[in-house]
């Protein structure tokens, strides 16, 4: 086989197939991040939803506590009253304009549950700063996703007139929310942790059961100190499932933090993630890989038919060459014989004859050009040098063409200077000079002139046929060598040729160590052929 | 001369035998291989040409065989391949000469001339065929040459035995049967334009003027002479 082919068909499959890998792998790749984006970013959405849940259920406090602490007294009577009947409040304030509790008071006998409160909130109102807390900035919890902040509104604490207090006591926070009054006093109430965590657990739940984005994850609630608060679902925490969106709650509740944990393996495969599309991109590249193969076969086998076929056509000119030289041998033979013996004929009988012999000679030729330029394509071209004269060859030639020049009317002159004994194939020189002739009489018999000219020095010879015809214009002058190319104006009009003779001789003369150009010349066509010809007889 | 003319082709065959004989060879046919080895082993021809394509043993086949029984004969393969690989392969089986067809009449005749100089220098010393001279031209037989001045031209085997013949009846009418019994040999069997075609070939070769022949004069109704 041959291998530049093979070479040729091999990338020819390969090339496509890593380009196109690669450009798959990275398509899949962004894809997958872009997804992997969408992803982390519906997440994201959805626990900001759970968030706003969160925040839904404080604000529903702050309102109804307010609407409590707005209709009621300042007595602290009645404020006990009112928190036998407010759940979710573990202990109502009073404040005054100093910041000093005004109820409820220490009192060695007190209320338990007042004075365990005080204890509690005694650093409030040793520093009073109860109404002068603002929202921290939020940020995300370490190692965990930033999907955005939730909003806070902060506003400059002199302004304000009611807010959220969240201080650590004990285990977790504790939150106080207070309102000022017109006349500066604020009263507030301490949100019960129990009532607060179930509700917010309650409102999650419902929250968090709305959504079924996604088939496994889990969603947690963690307080301060990380334990969890909630979750939605046993759903465990091996190798596959990875954290992938957290997000910390609005103030008051900014210690705690949502997280949403997903099972990969399983997101994988509900959105045809990183496997499937290996498995896809490997039976796509398969399949294109088959097709490509198989395309390469049939290139393959395309080219071998038509290399076979292309040796059959040439072994047929060759067998048909071969086969015509012996009715050709003949037709010469007694041709050339009846003309030697034609001395006493008529003019019209020698001169048809003459016709049957310079014919027959015309045709060795075209058929010693085929199978030269046969052999030439088979890079089965060879020189048989031996000793000879190189005048001698063009004498010879000349001698042929005599008949065919002088029924043109063609004059020839001839100017032998390379007599000396060389080492030349003769048979390709005659081949040689036999073509150029022959397209002299063929193409420039109006020219009615051929000058050949021939030249050695050392070993080099020089031969030079000119004439007066119409000449090769200018943009046909390199093309005049191709295979198969022929003038196509009026130069070849009528006159008939194979467009094979100058390749043939172009290709002789350099395997003759020297070469065939076309000269400049004022008027007519001029060739030129040069040969290496080293003398005969001479020691190198 | 004797030649052993193989070839398939009877036309190609029979052209061959013709064009010989008018150089003044004798020649036997062989129409394949077999017929070439049994002509050869009878006829002792003095060389062969032989064709390679032809049925039963081709030319290679023969020439082998021939080197065997003889290793001076020459040997001209005359064929119509033209590979290189053929050529090398003949002229290595110990061939003198390979001619392609389709030949012209002149190259043949000019290679088999080539090879019966060769011949005829290796069987007589040139001493025993002293050379002569008719006016300017110098016939030097053993070389089937002659020259004038620089010229140089080449004869048939024939073409010397009338050269020869005319040149020792130097002053005398040489006529038509001496000619024919001299040059062809008694068993000829001469047609009337024969003598007539060769003397015409020859003046158009040896004479500075054909139409006005200083070498052979033509003797209406007898013969030719040369005047000296």
Known sequence: ????????????????????????????????????????????????????????????????????????????????????????????????RQGAPRYPVYESNGNSTEQEFLVRTREIWMNGELTTQSAPEQASPPATRSVGKVGVQNVAPSQRTSGWYVWHWGSDIHILLWTRRDDGVVVGAEISRPRLIADVIAALSQSVAAQAEFPTKRVELRNSRGDVVYSNSN???????????????????????????????????A??????????????????????????????????????????????????????????????MYAEMLEENLDHADDQSKRHVGVLVSESQRLSRLIANILTFSRKERHALKLRPAPGS???????????????????????????????PAIIDADAIGQIVGNLVSNVEKYAATGKELTI???????????????AGPGIPP??????????????????????GTGIGLTIARELARLHGGDLTLQPSERGACFQVTLNCPRAGVSP | MNVLIAEDDENIRNGLAELLNNEGYSTVL????????????????????????????????????????NANVPVIFISAKSEEVDKVLGLELGADDYILKPFGVREVLARIRAVTRRCLAARQPIAETPSFVMDDLEIFPAELRAHRGDITIDLSLREVRILQLLHARKGQVVDRDTFFNECWGLDYLPNSRTLDQHIAKLRKRIERDPKLPRLIHTVHGVGYRFDG
């Not at chain 1, 043109?408 to 001839?414: E, K, R």
């Not at chain 1, 943009?475 to 008939?496: H, P, Q």
Request: charged letters at 20%; a negative charge.
């Open chain 1, 475 to 496: 943009k046909e002058r390199v093309r005049v060598f191709n295979a198969f190319y022929r003038v196509s104006d009026k130069l070849t009009d009528g006159v008939a």
């Open chain 1, 390 to 420: 190189v005048d001698t060859c063009v004498r010879s030639v000349l001698d042929h063409f005599k008949p065919a020049l002088d029924a043109h009317g063609v004059s020839v002159t001839a100017n032998f200077c390379a007599e000396a």
């Open chain 1, 453 to 467: 000219t021939t030249s050695q020095t050392g070993d080099s010879v020089t031969i030079t046929v000119a004439d």
């Open chain 1, 235 to 269: 759903f465990g925490t091996d190798d596959a499932t990875h954290l992938r969106v957290a997000l910390a709650l609005e103030y008051p509740l900014n210690t705690w933090s949502l997280a949403c944990f997903v099972n990969q393996d399983e997101l994988a495969q």
């Open chain 1, 271 to 332: 959105y045809d993630s990183e496997p499937y599309f290996w498995y896809r991109i490997s039976t796509q590249l398969g399949a294109l890989a088959i097709a490509l193969i198989a395309l390469a076969i049939y290139l393959y086998r395309e080219n071998m038919r038509s290399m076979r076929e292309a040796a059959q056509r040439v072994s047929f000119v060759n067998q048909v060459s071969h086969e015509l030289k012996t009715p050709l041998t003949n037709i010469r």
């Open chain 2, 30 to 69: 062989a129409r394949n291989g077999a017929e070439a080895l049994e002509l050869f082993r009878k006829a002792a021809p003095d060389f062969v040409c032989l064709d390679i394509m032809m049925p039963g043993a081709n030319g290679y086949d023969v020439c082998r065989e021939i080197r065997k029984k």
């Open chain 1, 1 to 96: 086989m041959n291998l530049r082919l093979l070479i040729l068909l091999t990338l020819m499959v390969a090339v496509p197939l890593a380009v196109l890998g690669w450009l798959g792998a990275r398509l899949q790749t962004a894809e997958l991040a872009a997804t992997d984006d969408l992803i982390d970013k519906l997440l994201g959405e959805e626990i900001k939803g759970y968030s706003q849940t969160i925040t839904g259920v404080m604000e529903q406090y702050q309102r109804d506590v307010a609407a409590k602490l707005d209709t009621s007294s300042l007595d602290p009577a009645q404020l006990r009253e009112l928190l036998q009947h407010s759940p979710l409040v573990t202990q109502y304030f009073v404040v005054d």
